[in-house]
Each structure stands twice: as structure tokens, then as C-alpha cells.
């Protein structure tokens, strides 16, 4: 629906702690110690081993999900496109999750103070 916000509204992010997975039908909701991002189109789990999983386009949702081991760890870089968010971790791994410029949401960013965001 809408590009991410700007790099410099992104930074609070840096230093978060990924703090719970929430998985639904149709969403991954991801919350931080500062904020929380809830995905409702594409996210890209890239891990510190190379391998690459891509959630919430498999209509029959056979990937599996590997991103517990993310529980924990902080946010240790913040790249910003306009349809484009990547987070890395301390640990090595990589999130990207994608919007797109249509008519629909693709998720919501929630920053530490609780202000919303929609992308």
C-alpha cells in the first residue's frame, strides 16, 4: 500500500530485542522490546547458513517457519527501500519484509511509542 517510512524513523529498531512470534492466518507479528511490525504480506527469512524461506506466499503453507531462534537476539542494522525493510541480526541472519504500491496493507510498524505506521 504504502513505501516504509524513512531510514531516521527505522532507528529506534537498532539494539531491539525480538521479543515474540505471533503467527496467524494471515499475518507474522513480530515485537520487539521497541516496537513491533505486523506482516501481512511477504516476509524473506534469510539465515546465517544460506538458506532462504519465504512466508505468508505459500498458499498452502508448507514452508516451514524458523524463526524461533531469532527470540532474543537484537536488531543489529536497519536498511530501508521504499518497498523494502531488511533487519539484520546479531546472529547472522536477515529478515526482509516487503509491501508494495496497491490498493491493500501489507502490515503495520508500531514504534516505541505506539504510533502506527501502515506499509
Known amino acids: 500500500m504504502h513505501p516504509f517510512p524513512d531510514l531516521p524513523q527505522l532507528q529506534f ?18 515485537s520487539f522490546s521497541k516496537g513491533a511490525i505486523s506482516v501481512q504480506g511477504d516476509l524473506e527469512h534469510l539465515a546465517q547458513n544460506g538458506s532462504v ?15 524461533h531462534h531469532l527470540l532474543g537476539q537484537k536488531v543489529r542494522t536497519v536498511e530501508r ?36 505506521t501502515v506499509f
Open 53 to 67: 524461506r519465504r512466508h505468508n506466499t505459500d498458499e498452502d503453507r508448507l514452508v516451514p517457519i524458523c524463526l
Open 13 to 30: 529498531l537498532i539494539g531491539s530485542e525480538l521479543e515474540q512470534i505471533c503467527l496467524g492466518i494471515w499475518q507474522i507479528d513480530l
Open 81 to 116: 527501500e521504499p518497498f523494502l525493510l531488511t533487519l539484520a541480526f546479531e546472529g547472522g541472519d536477515t529478515i526482509r519484509i516487503f509491501s508494495e504500491d496497491g490498493p491493500y496493507e501489507s502490515g503495520h510498524l508500531y514504534n516505541e511509542a505506539g504510533l502506527m
